[in-house]
T-cell receptor, first 116, second 115 residues
Framework: DVKVTQSSRYLVKRTGEKVFLECVQD?????MFWYRQDPGLGLRLIYF???????EKGDIPEGYSVSREKKERFSLILESASTNQTSMYLC???????????????FGEGSRLTVL | GENVEQHPSTLSVQEGDSAVIKCTYS??????FPWYKQELGKGPQLIID?????GEKKDQRIAVTLNKTAKHFSLHITETQPEDSAVYFC??????????????FGAGTRLAVHP
C-alpha cells in the first residue's frame, strides 16, 4: 500500500514561531503537494514539487515555503507563524504521468496546526 | 481564477436511499474529474474518477456522470450504508504554471447516512 506519512498530527505554536511540517512517501512518486483544508473552502494548493529541488507556487503560497532535498520527502515551512495559518495541512503525492495527465493523489492523514 | 462549485454542503439520508452530489466547473479545458472521500481523522482517498471522453462511469454502488456542455459532473451513491458517511470532494483539472495540470477542489459535501 502507498503510504504518505506526515510527521505530526497535532501541533500548537505561538505567533512568530518557525514551523516545520514534514511529509514522507514510500512509493517513489515524482510529484508531491501541500494543501491546506479549511471548512467551506475545500482543499487549496499551497506548493507542489514535480522533482527533487523543484517547486512551484500553488494558489496560496504567501507565508509558506517548501523544501525537497530528497525525492521521498517534502517539507512545508512557516517562517513566522500567524493565527490565520491555523488550519489542517495535507500532504499528497502522485506519479508523474506527463504534464497534462493527472494521476491519483495519495494523501497523508493531515497535520492540524493551531497558532496562538 | 478557475473554480469548482459543489452542492449541497451537507446531505443527510436514510440507509438504503440514494445520494447525489453535484459539481460545476468553470474551465472549459478541464479534462479529468476525480471524487475523493475523506473519513473522520483521515486524508482524502480517491473513490472514482472520469475523463472528458466519457459520459458516465460506474463502480458497484457509486457512479459519476459528466456533462461537458453544461460543465456539470455528479456523484451518485445508491443503497447507501452507514460507512458511506464522510466528506466528499469533487475536483477538476486546470492548466497551471510550467504546463502542468493541477486539481481545483470543491468545498466538500458532508454526507450522513442514518441507520
Amino acid at each position: 500500500d502507498v503510504k504518505v506519512t506526515q510527521s505530526s498530527r497535532y501541533l500548537v505554536k505561538r505567533t512568530g514561531e518557525k514551523v516545520f511540517l514534514e511529509c514522507v512517501q514510500d512509493m517513489d512518486h515524482e510529484n508531491m503537494f501541500w494543501y491546506r483544508q479549511d471548512p467551506g473552502l475545500g482543499l487549496r494548493l499551497i506548493y507542489f514539487s514535480y522533482d527533487v529541488k523543484m517547486k512551484e507556487k500553488g494558489d496560496i503560497p504567501e507565508g509558506y515555503s517548501v523544501s525537497r532535498e530528497k525525492k521521498e520527502r517534502f517539507s512545508l515551512i512557516l517562517e513566522s507563524a500567524s493565527t490565520n495559518q491555523t488550519s489542517m495541512y495535507l500532504c499528497a503525492s502522485s506519479y508523474q504521468l506527463g504534464r497534462q495527465n493527472t494521476g491519483e493523489l495519495f494523501f497523508g492523514e493531515g497535520s492540524r496546526l493551531t497558532v496562538l | 481564477g478557475e473554480n469548482v462549485e459543489q452542492h449541497p454542503s451537507t446531505l443527510s439520508v436514510q440507509e438504503g436511499d440514494s445520494a447525489v452530489i453535484k459539481c460545476t466547473y468553470s474551465d472549459s479545458a478541464s479534462n479529468y474529474f476525480p471524487w475523493y472521500k475523506q473519513e473522520l481523522g483521515k486524508g482524502p482517498q480517491l473513490i472514482i474518477d472520469i475523463r472528458s471522453n466519457v459520459g458516465e462511469k460506474k463502480d458497484q454502488r457509486i457512479a459519476v456522470t459528466l456533462n461537458k456542455t453544461a460543465k456539470h459532473f455528479s456523484l451518485h451513491i445508491t443503497e447507501t450504508q452507514p460507512e458511506d458517511s464522510a466528506v466528499y470532494f469533487c475536483a477538476a483539472t486546470t492548466l497551471f504554471s510550467g504546463g502542468y495540470n493541477k486539481l481545483i477542489f470543491g468545498a466538500g459535501t458532508r454526507l450522513a447516512v442514518h441507520p
